[in-house]
Every structure is written in structure tokens, then in C-alpha cells.
């Protein structure tokens, strides 16, 4: 009633500081987007992916390529 379902609008990041990268356990399967500091190496993360559609919401949201994304484990 009161709750509308607003979508994000796209964020801004550093793109010459950050890589956008996806870390996924080994044992639970677990995967996290979020970006890597190309300085210290200090991992953020974002948000959780549970599925393809989680995916295409965190690239949409940061405005990233798939093809950009770098896979970690």
C-alpha cells in the first residue's frame, strides 16, 4: 500500500580504480558481486547473486559488461 517498487537507477564507480568481480565459494557455491580495488587489492562487496536475474541487476545497476567482470575463487 504505502511500499512502491522503486528500480535502482544506475550507481556511478570508479571505473579506472575498481574491476568489477564476481568471488564464488568453492565449497558452498556462494557467489558475491562487488568490486576490487585495483590499489589494495581491498575486495567490496555488493550484493549477493542467486541466480541469472541477480546478475543482470547488479550489471544494469553499475552500468558493467558481462565481459568486463572478472570470476574469483
Do not use: H
Amino acid at each position: 500500500m504505502f511500499w512502491k517498487k522503486n528500480g535502482k537507477k544506475q550507481v556511478e564507480y570508479d571505473k579506472a580504480g575498481k574491476i568489477p568481480v564476481i568471488r564464488a565459494s568453492i565449497c558452498t557455491g556462494e557467489k558475491v558481486a562487488g568490486f576490487r580495488d585495483e590499489k589494495t587489492g581491498k575486495f567490496e562487496d555488493l550484493m549477493v547473486v542467486r541466480g541469472e536475474k541477480d546478475l543482470q541487476n547488479f550489471l544494469n545497476w553499475y552500468g558493467v559488461e558481462e565481459k568486463e567482470i572478472r570470476r574469483e575463487w
